[in-house]
């Protein structure tokens, strides 16, 4: 199935001509093996240190996460750029659709992921000071 045929499929889910249950079906059955992905770009090796900052996110060890968070702040006034709060519930029902209609998401395994969430704690994934950008970047669970 051609991405135009899967465009298809979801503006006839948008406009209420399928169910959800038959444009799954529909897609799942004519789900063809993607090709592989364009080689990826090398990318910037970013120094990372590790320090106080600005943001300090409320993280407490231990505790199960209810958040996904990404941050991104301004180095020099420490002023938000982007703020993103990703309910750890609609993370775990978004890879469940994704791997459905998105055709990107089939080299992964959704139910690892939700696995590695569930079992995962509290606490900084990623926190990044590009100096260069004059940017902060912090994904964390909360």
């Given at each position: 199935m051609t991405t135009d045929d899967r465009?298809?499929?979801l503006d006839l889910l948008a406009n209420g001509k399928l169910t959800v249950d038959e444009a799954a079906a529909m897609l799942a059955k004519a789900k063809e093996p993607a090709a592989p992905p364009p080689p990826a770009?090398?990318?910037p090796v970013v120094e990372i240190e590790k320090e106080a900052t600005a943001v300090s996110p409320d993280i407490a060890p231990?505790?199960?996460p209810a958040w996904f968070r990404v941050r991104v702040n301004k180095l020099d006034t420490g002023k938000s750029k982007v703020s993103v709060n990703i309910?750890?519930?609609m993370l775990k029902f978004g890879f469940t659709v994704a791997s459905h209609f998105a055709p990107d998401m089939d080299g992964?395994?959704?139910e690892e992921l939700q696995g590695m969430l569930a079992e995962g704690e509290s606490g900084i994934l990623v926190d990044v000071r590009d100096?260069?950008?004059n940017e902060?970047?912090?994904v964390y669970l909360e």
């Open positions: 465009k298809e499929v770009e090398p990318v231990g505790k199960t309910p750890i519930r992964l395994d959704v100096e260069e950008s902060h970047v912090q």
